[in-house]
Structures are given as C-alpha cells and as structure tokens.
C-alpha cells in the first residue's frame, strides 16, 4: 500500500510545491466567505524539519500566509488510499495540534490559524467517512455536547476552607494545595485543620499510609525549613494530634534535615569555589599589570588592557617603585 501511494504522493507534493498552482488550487477550493481575510500573495511553503510530524508523512503540504493579518498556515493533505481512513478527521486534527505546538516553539505566544485541506481522489465515490471530529467518537452526541470543549477549572485559590471540607477523602490534597503558599505559618493552618478533626474520614477509608504521605508533603514544602523552630513545632503538632505517625515522620524529618545540611555544604563549596576562581583572575591581572608598568607601558594601556582603577593602578605603582 505504501508502494503504491508514494507516486500519488510525490505528484501531490511535486504540484503544490508550485505558488501558482497552490494559489489557483486555494482560490478553487477555499471557503468564499473566508478568502477575502487570507493574503495568498504572502504564501511561504514550511519545512517539514519545522514540524514534529507524528509519523513520517510523504506528501502533506504547509504553507504559511497571512490570515486576519496575523501569521497562519494552510495544511494540505492527499487521501488516495483505496480504502478511506474512517479515522481521517482525527488524523487532521492531530496533525494540526503538531503544526500549532510547532509555531509555538518558534516563540510566538498565542496559537496560529490552522486551515486544512484534504484531496481525495480514492476508490469510493463519494468520500465515504464524515469529515467531522464528532464522528470519531462512539457517541458522537454526546461528543458534540461534552468533548473537545472548555476545560473543567477546579481553583483553589478561591474556595473557602468550608467548601473544601465538603469534598470527601479529597479534601486533605486540595487543603494541603490551597495553603503551602500561604504566607501564614503553616503551623497556623495544619492546626485549624486537625483541631476540626478533619482528617478523620481519611483516616478510616485511606489508611494511616496515606496520612504519612500527606505529612511528608506538609514537612517537605509546607514547613519553614530555613527555620528550624518553625519545624519543630509543626512537628510537635503533627505528633500531638496524630501519635501514630510520629516514628515515620521523625525518620523523614531527619532525612530534610541532612539533605539541607549537605545541600548548605554543597552551596558553600561552589561559592567558595567561585570565590577562589575570582580571587585567582584578580590576582592575575594584578600581576600581569605590574609587569606591563615595570616594562615602561603607557599608564592609560595598562589601564583599558586590565580594567584595573586608578587606585589599583596608583598602589601597584608604588609598589614597583618601592621594589626598585
């Protein structure tokens, strides 16, 4: 099959490969209602190195125009196979995600107008599948209705600790979420929270596992750790009004403290490393400078060849006077 198709493909591309036909080809086929928005004089064909295609495609076509006079891209496919992809709208519209995630990439900040275009000169006649994404589906009204539309926001930021509270076995993630940018102490929230008694639930229907997992994430992100006080009493806390978790929770508050003291040391050298990297060029060109003004070069070459200052320039003077 894909012997067969390359022929097709290479003529289809071979053709609009040509500006004249593709802009005759468009002016056939494009909607007539649209045409007067798209600037076919500005066509540029796309490389298909600037596109992550999914497979390797033969013959499909982009070329870049303008569109409502913003940057746009006609996509031009062929549909040759003798038996019709019936998953050919799919196929379309993965294609067109790829050339818009592309644009993207180039640094444009908002997505391009993206039209298709797809030949088709197979076996049946007429085309036999729909050219609607709806069709895709196995319910394609129910499709219609919930697929493909605006996505469901769950914003934390706006719901009040009452609402979460509401939310089930949930509630513990969604509370943890809400507050560990809070800039109160998280001491201050974490106990408002068991005070209530609302892990409860979670306890009984999760387990004491889930529990742990839900206090290593308060201690890791939530809790002050360039505050060692603060940590402590949120650790106090969590034994205080959960004892059973205090012997994991006290081996992994030890396992952060460890990891920040060697992440300091690990800090400490690189700065110490880089410190001694600038003292070691500095002295250098000091160096290079006392041997350029001992050879009787020009005090203002010295000056714009080592970037000293005046004053730097000035001591390493008396000194060498001092050592004559």
Known sequence: MTEVSHPHDSFFKRSLQEKKIMMDWCQAHLPEKMLPFIDLSTLSMVS??????????HSDIVYSCQMYHQLGYLYLSAEHQSTPDEMMAFRILEYVINIMASH????????????????????SSPY??????????????????????????????????????????????????????????????????????????????????????????????????ADPEELEKLLSLWKKYIPQTEEEIMTFAEQLEAKGIQKGKQEGYQQGKQEGYQ???????????????????????????TGLTDKELKSLSQKNNQND
Not at 161 to 184: D, P, T, V
Not at 205 to 211: Q, S, T
Not at 292 to 301: I, T
């Open 128 to 225: 036999p599948h729909s050219n609607e994404i709806w069709a895709c589906f196995e319910n394609p009204e129910l499709a219609k209705k919930w697929a493909l539309g605006t996505f469901e926001l769950i914003d934390l930021t706006v719901q009040s600790n009452e609402e979460i509270y509401k939310h089930g076995c949930a509630l513990g993630m969604e509370y943890f979420f809400k507050h560990q940018r809070s800039k109160k102490p998280a001491v201050f929230w974490v106990e408002k929270l068991l005070r209530e008694d609302k892990l409860t639930r979670i306890r009984e229907e999760i387990g004491f596992k889930y529990i742990i997992d839900l206090v290593k994430y308060n201690l890791y992100s939530c809790g002050n750790k």
């Open 48 to 57: 298909n190195e600037f596109i992550n295609w999914p497979n390797k495609l």
């Open 104 to 123: 993207l990439r180039q640094g444009h900040p908002k997505l391009p107008m993206v039209l298709p275009l797809v030949l088709y000169h197979g076996n």
């Open 279 to 305: 003292q070691g060029k500095q002295e250098a060109t000091r160096q290079l400078a006392k041997q350029l003004l001992s050879n009787g070069v020009q005090y203002s070459v010295v000056k714009i060849s």
